[in-house]
């Protein structure tokens, strides 16, 4: 019986070909800021309370003129549609009877179009890659559909290094890579029919025009090497809101200075992000850096935040600290490998029981009126 986080993970390492779990599971370098992503939050202790009135619990927040049904977000994750069949299309419409958002990212499966058809516009997270006009075309298209927030990722100026997918063969490999990976897809046969066979086409289709539609995932990983933009400022952000006109979110904050950087800016919102580990590794872990943020921001603009959300409980627990709602990206991914739809729908509804019992036992009846006094710290 799949009931927590864990037992997804478990599911889908199952299932899944060893260079698609190493991906989504791994982190940079030595992986100590994935690790502490996760440990950190265990850091922070929940302070029960007893003898409140909770039989009527408010989990609703809203973002950026939309009501969700709790804080929570579907975080933008490349390849999303190669772990179950149509991958993002399956977790955009768990969450859309979840009441809550997808964020789709500009190296999804599945483009804008195809996910707005099956289910909502979703929010589009950009990478801005050297060619602003393809940039520009693309961010267009994500306004012609309807996409209601632009979520600007800036910490990908050069990609991290991550040992773990060096090692399964997806960022090069030597010669024996191609038998390698080749072999991991055999020796999951069920993967292997629902998605690779199943699920076709499998190209990045917002910037297949860009990569074209054959490409091998390894190549395609040096083509993103060559073309994600190291010259990106913050003088970008310029020609980004004129092309957008929308609530613009900036991902990948970790320190204050950059908040305040983006406040002054006029930035609708911030995601206090580390990446999930998978950049630049020693740094703070997401929800270390949060209480300084928001300070840092003192209510000018909404905070967010993404890192070793694994749960209900930890969801309050960033809530607590300052942030307006999660994101969430390991969960729904390993949710979505293990049972698709059924697996996001499943995983979504146990972290809102997990959140209304947090709430209940701290008394807290109004998940937007949590605050730092409802949590202590161990360390």
Request: charged share 20%; glycine share 10%; aromatic share 8%.
């Given at each position: 019986m799949?009931v ?8 889908a ?9 190493d991906?989504?599971d ?15 939050f ?17 989990t609703?927040?809203?973002l950026?003129?939309?009501k ?5 977000v ?5 390849m ?6 149509r ?8 969450a ?13 499966i ?12 979703p ?24 996409c ?5 990722t800036v910490?990908?100026?050069?990609p ?7 090692r399964?063969?997806l ?11 080749a ?10 029919w629902d998605?690779w066979?199943g699920?076709?086409?499998n190209?990045f ?8 539609a054959?490409?091998s995932?390894?190549?395609f990983w ?12 913050w ?5 980004i ?9 900036i ?10 950087q983006a406040?002054?800016l ?5 995601v206090?992000?580390?990446h ?5 590794d020693d740094v703070?872990s997401?929800?270390r850096?949060?209480p300084p ?11 967010l ?22 994101l969430i990206?390991r969960n ?10 059924r ?13 209304r019992?947090?709430?209940?036992l701290?008394g ?15 360390s």
């Amino acid at each position: 019986m799949l009931v927590t986080s864990d037992d997804y993970r478990r599911a889908a390492k199952k299932r899944l070909p060893r260079l698609l779990f190493d991906y989504i599971d791994g982190g940079s370098y030595a992986e100590r800021t994935l690790r502490a992503n996760v440990s950190d939050f265990a850091d922070v202790q929940l302070r029960q309370r007893v003898l409140n009135d909770v039989s009527t619990l408010n989990t609703s927040v809203e973002l950026f003129g939309q009501k969700l049904s709790m804080p929570l977000v579907l975080a933008p994750i490349g390849m999303g549609g190669m772990f179950s069949k149509r991958g993002e299309v399956q977790a955009a419409r768990a969450a859309k009877k979840a009441g809550v958002p997808l964020c789709l990212s500009t190296l999804s499966i599945c483009g804008i179009e195809e996910v707005t058809k099956a289910a909502v516009a979703p929010w589009f997270q950009l990478y801005v890659l050297k060619d602003r006009g393809y940039m520009r075309a693309l961010i267009a298209r994500a306004k012609q559909a309807g996409c209601p927030v632009l979520v600007f990722t800036v910490d990908l100026p050069v990609p991290g290094a991550r040992y773990r997918d060096m090692r399964s063969g997806l960022f090069g490999g030597g010669p024996s890579a191609g038998f390698k990976l080749a072999w991991d897809g055999l020796t999951h046969p069920g993967w292997l029919w629902d998605v690779w066979l199943g699920g076709r086409p499998n190209s990045f289709s917002n910037v297949v025009e860009a990569v074209g539609a054959k490409v091998s995932f390894r190549d395609f990983w040096v083509w993103v090497r060559e073309n994600f933009d190291p010259t990106l400022n913050w003088k970008d952000l310029d020609w980004i809101r004129e092309a957008w006109g929308g609530p613009i979110v900036i991902k990948g904050i970790l320190d204050p200075e950059d908040a305040r950087q983006a406040c002054g800016l006029g930035i609708d919102g911030i995601v206090v992000s580390n990446h999930g580990g998978r950049q630049l590794d020693d740094v703070l872990s997401g929800i270390r850096a949060l209480p300084p943020i928001v300070d840092a921001v003192a209510g000018r603009t909404s905070i967010l935040m993404d890192g070793g959300v694994r749960s209900g409980l930890d969801v309050m627990k960033a809530m607590a600290l300052g942030a307006k709602a999660c994101l969430i990206g390991r969960n729904w991914v390993f949710a979505s490998a293990a049972q698709g739809e059924r697996g996001v729908a499943n995983m979504l509804n146990i972290m809102r029981g997990e959140l209304r019992t947090a709430m209940a036992l701290t008394g807290c009846t109004d998940v937007t009126k949590a605050s730092p006094e409802m949590v202590t710290r161990q360390s």
